[in-house]
Structures are given as C-alpha cells and as structure tokens.
C-alpha cells in the first residue's frame, strides 16, 4: 500500500541537516577545481588558435590573457591544478583503503589544501 504521509517528509538529507565537514568540502572542492581547469584550457586553446589566426588577433588574445584577469585566471587554474592532482592521489590512497579513519582523513585534507598552495607558489616563483 502507498505511503499517504510521503509528501510531508524530505525525500533525502539536505544541506541544511549536516554541519560541513572537511571531507565533505574538499571532495566538492575537487569537483569543482576539475570543470573549472577546463576555463584555462579554453582560454590556452583560445591563445594557440590566435597565433595560428594572425598577429592583430593574437595581440588582442594575448592583451587579454597577460592582463590582471587573465593572470588571475591562470593564477588560480595553477591552484586547481595542484589541488585536484593532490586530491586525487588522496583518493588513489583511499582506493587502497588505507587512511579511512575520520582524523586521518582529514589530515589528508588540510595537507591536499596546504600543499596546493605551497606547490601554487612554488610553481608561479620558478616558472
């Protein structure tokens, strides 16, 4: 028999119910840094299409991309680089079931979370 009380309970845990944990967080925050890499992809394909189109457009693309937005852009693709790289060696840990327990997991976050800037300011000091 149906369930007559089913449109007065939520269908599924909201948001709203859980406080946000880290792990929660930085597994978000791995979704998101992976599309958003794909902006910076984009914009680099866009530069390579200009100089291959002639140089007034490759002025204009690169007037673009060397400018503070521009460098803004691919200051913060260089940190989702780094930090979905080392989210993702988090999960190839996890994949071995190693490192599931609540405080190292969450060791394992700040550390993704630190070492990507870390590794962020490394990369724009040497490159």
């Known amino acids: 028999m149906a369930d007559v009380n089913r449109g007065n309970r939520p269908l599924s845990p909201h948001l709203t119910i859980y406080r946000p944990q880290l792990t929660s967080m930085t597994s978000i925050l791995t ?35 060397t400018s503070w937005f521009g460098d803004l852009i691919m200051f913060l693709s260089v940190l989702g680089l780094w930090y979905h790289t080392l989210a993702g060696v988090r999960h190839l840990i996890w994949d071995n079931a190693v490192a599931m327990d609540i405080p190292t997991a969450e060791k394992l976050g700040i550390a993704a979370i630190v070492g990507s800037v870390v590794l962020t300011i490394l990369t724009v000091i040497i490159v």
């Open 31 to 65: 979704r998101i840094t992976g599309n958003a890499m794909l902006v910076a992809a984009l914009l680099i394909v866009w530069w390579f299409l200009a100089a291959a189109t002639g140089p007034a457009y490759f002025d204009f693309v690169n007037g673009f991309i």
